[in-house]
């Protein structure tokens, strides 16, 4: 659609076979495109200067506004340059409005702060220049675990194929998971960075090995800033005090020995062969053997009972086969025997452990034989209890003929019961002073005493008597009676 202008002169000179060339059409539409643009500027033109003059007015307060804002905020650019400068020292009286003067004072201000900032930057390079070249691994961190800094010697400590200037701001979240394959307990060395990271205590001269059977002596030191925490400081040397750390060692295998020496329970150690290498006192007094007596036999020829040694020897072929072991780190229960010959439980719990590249077993063992007892007993009484419950629900709607067949069952139960060779029921007659045997259970082989226990005294008895009045059970030895 062409413009109408253009559309009147095209019918005008062109016929319409020029009207329907492509080229002529392709030229028509440029030509077009001119007047539909001059049309576009000319409304543009028209509309700007028809603006009104409230138009202009509200343009002028527009600017008047803008205007009161930039004088309100000079003058607050003043306060903040007479907060920094006493304004009487710095400025004349003619010169507090001059913002040449101010603009002057803020420049001076940068330049001081450029040269603060300088001085920092030499500070901190010092500092770097210093970490870098310590003998120590230097790890510093900020609060989200990202690298700060580190030197060549920390890189070289954890095998890291990079430079120190590559980690910074690399995440070390998983720094010790990565690395704890180089250190004799992987696991210990992650939980105690993760503890002191966590606690954000400082730690020094901590002690950890590696795997080579070498030392590292490190410290950390968390960063406060305005008592908010902002990131930690490490430290990791090599310990090169050998006479110190053998000091130590040999302190602390003192210091082991004492406590299991002195230990109330018995503790022993035994090689792959089952060879005894420690016995302490509470051992020696618990198995009746002698340290001397202990120590470089075997545990199945001084406490294990004949019946049991042949599968000790095949759990400790076992292991040393497999590397398996069933009955670590468990508490068992088993007999063991004593020097003079007599079997007692106990307890036992055993852990494995390594000592200059020797494996070696240690037990932990108490007797249990009061525990055992009590148990027994408890397990007696629940016993007696379910039988008792038992009789009773048998005379529940009984019949009457059966009466003295179940009386008699009963007598049965309770004398197999308390292991007893015959079982009686007597009837009181106080009246007469006397007592007869009216139900009797014997065992196999025993012969019965009913003739014999008609209207006996109860002189005879008087003990037996005064319990059964109180409504007490009682138990009739030959040292007496006992409830």
Not at 66 to 90: A, G, P, Y
Not at 178 to 194: A, Q, T
Not at 290 to 314: K, Y
Request: charged content about 25%; hydrophobic content about 40%; some cysteine.
């Amino acid at each position: 659609m062409y413009h109408k202008l253009l559309k009147k002169q095209i019918n005008k000179f062109l016929n319409d076979d020029l009207q329907k060339d492509a080229e002529i059409q392709e030229f028509l539409k440029h030509i077009n495109q001119s007047y539909l643009s001059f049309e576009r500027d000319k409304d543009i033109m028209n509309h700007a200067f028809s603006v009104s003059e409230k138009e202009f007015q509200e343009v002028n307060e527009s600017l008047k506004k803008k205007s009161e804002v930039r004088q309100i905020t000079i003058e607050k650019l003043k306060e903040v340059v007479f907060q920094l400068v006493d304004e009487d020292h710095f400025f004349d009286k003619s010169e507090k409005d001059d913002l040449y003067k101010i603009s002057e004072f803020i420049n001076l201000q940068i330049q001081k702060n450029k040269g603060t900032e300088e001085n920092l930057k030499r500070t901190i390079n010092l500092f770097k220049t210093l970490l870098a070249n310590l003998q120590s691994g230097v790890l510093v961190e900020n609060e989200n675990r990202e690298i700060l800094f580190t030197n060549h010697l920390f890189c070289k400590m954890f095998e890291i194929p990079a430079p120190p200037d590559a980690l910074i701001g690399a995440d070390c979240s998983q720094s010790a998971e990565l690395s704890k394959h180089l250190f004799s307990d992987p696991e210990g060395f992650v939980l105690s960075i993760n503890k002191i990271l966590h606690e954000q205590i400082p730690v020094y001269n901590e002690l950890i090995e590696t795997v080579s059977g070498h030392f590292y002596e490190r410290d950390y030191v968390p960063i406060f800033i305005d008592q908010i925490y902002r990131g930690s400081f490490m430290a990791i040397q090599r310990y090169h005090r050998k006479g110190q750390l053998r000091k130590l060692l040999r302190e602390n295998e003192e210091l082991n020995r004492l406590i299991m020496d002195t230990a109330m329970d018995a503790i022993t150690l035994a090689d792959t062969n089952g060879v005894i290498r420690y016995w302490n006192p509470a051992a020696a007094q618990l198995f009746g053997f002698a340290n001397e007596a202990a120590i470089g036999n075997r545990l199945s020829d001084t406490i294990i009972p004949m019946r049991l040694r042949d599968a000790h020897e095949a759990g400790m072929t076992r292991f040393n086969t497999t590397g398996v072991e069933r009955i670590f780190n468990m508490r068992l229960e088993l007999p063991a025997l004593h020097a003079d010959g007599h079997e007692f439980p106990i307890e036992m719990y055993i852990i494995g452990f390594e000592q200059k590249g020797e494996k070696l077993f240690c037990a932990f063992i108490k007797d249990i034989t009061e525990r055992v007892e009590a148990q027994k007993i408890i397990d007696q009484q629940l016993q007696l209890q379910d039988l008792l419950i038992n009789i009773s629900s048998t005379y529940i709607n009984i019949d009457l003929d059966q009466v003295e067949h179940t009386i008699n069952k009963s007598l049965q139960e309770l004398g197999k019961f308390v292991g007893a060779d015959r079982a009686y029921i007597f009837d009181y007659d106080f009246e007469a002073n006397t007592t007869s045997n009216t139900y009797e259970w014997c065992e196999e082989g025993t012969t019965p005493e009913f003739n014999n226990l008609q209207n006996v005294s109860l002189d005879f008895m008087p003990q037996w008597v005064e319990k059964h009045k109180q409504g007490l059970p009682f138990l009739h030895s030959r040292h007496g009676v006992t409830s």
